[in-house]
């Protein structure tokens, strides 16, 4: 990681109890204290063009984290192919005929650094939410309901 980036992603201390979630969040909770805390930290990016970008980016070096531990490290393998999924089965039947196409696990070191790039994400995906005052605890509340609710309908 460029020292740029590093600069760019203080890990939000637990130290400022002060700044605590939205006064709206009913009750607390850890995306709105995140997002309090990517508010707080969130300085020099904070244009939306450069939360956009630092978005995408944030979201090639998570896809690069996994490439690397196929092709540079090996503790995971990709063998992938057409899926196979039997006729005339249920679409929750479905789930035990598909595959991820990995075999292996991460190691400690590509699982620490993948940790720390989806970290990164998370933090610009707050970000964003931030600059456009939606609060990612009702996205994320939004969304458990329509995975849990609409599950079938919302995935396919
Ligand atoms: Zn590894």
């Known amino acids: 990681m460029t020292p740029e980036a590093q600069q760019s992603h203080p890990v939000p201390a637990a130290t ?4 605590a979630a939205p006064s709206s969040a009913a ?13 707080q930290y969130l300085i ?11 978005l995408q980016e944030t979201s090639a070096r998570v896809q690069r984290a ?19 999924i039997p006729q005339g089965i249920s ?6 005929h598909v595959s991820t196409h990995l ?21 610009y995906l707050t ?9 990612s605890d009702d996205i994320l509340r939004q ?3 329509r995975v849990t609710t609409l599950g079938v309908f919302n995935l396919t």
């Open 44 to 54: 020099r990016h904070r244009s939306i063009l450069d939360i956009l970008a630092k």
């Open 91 to 96: 679409y929750w039947e479905m789930r035990a």
């Open 127 to 135: 970000a964003l939410c931030e600059a456009l005052n939606l609060q």
């Open 143 to 145: 969304e458990m309901k």
């Open 16 to 19: 400022e109890q002060d700044h």
């Open 27 to 39: 009750g607390t909770n850890l995306a709105a204290e995140f997002q309090a805390a990517v508010s």
């Open 103 to 123: 075999s292996g696990s991460l190691c400690e070191q590509c699982r620490e650094v993948l940790e720390m790039e989806l970290g990164h994400n998370l933090f």
């Open 66 to 84: 996994v490439s690397r531990a196929v092709t540079e490290c090996g503790c995971l393998e990709v063998h992938a192919q057409r899926q196979q």
